[in-house]
């Protein structure tokens, strides 16, 4: 991975650029590092793009690289709100980072157009 851990603050700053969702606080991150909570499996998802490594490794520990887990079937458990979106995040994963970035900021502009209303 390679990438420097910094405060949760500044953790929770960088994810929320990388997140569409409900952002999250410094004290939620403080949480993840120190094993209190686990991050919800659509935050799981974002940080595990985010940081280049799968899912399964972040919850789990497992050594599989994402771009291994990419190209071997990925099983990812999702509550029955997001079993729907299934198919989608399988295409999502086979993308490229940088393709992935730029459907990340499609998702972002169409969300904050749609929260303006």
Do not use: C
Request: aromatic share 6%.
């Amino acid at each position: 991975m390679g990438m420097p851990v910094g405060s949760p603050t500044q953790i929770a700053r960088e994810f929320n650029q990388h997140f569409s969702g409900q952002p999250v606080s410094a004290q939620t991150v403080r949480k993840w590092l120190h094993s209190e909570t686990v991050p919800t499996q659509p935050k799981l998802l974002a940080l595990s793009a985010w940081l280049g490594v799968s899912a399964q490794w972040l919850r789990y520990g497992s050594v599989e690289k994402q771009e291994q887990a990419t190209q071997q079937a990925s099983v990812v458990v999702l509550g029955k709100e997001y079993a729907e979106l299934a198919p989608f995040l399988e295409k999502l994963l086979k993308l490229s980072a940088r393709d992935i970035r730029i459907v990340e900021g499609m998702v972002q502009l169409m969300h904050t157009e749609n929260s303006g209303r």
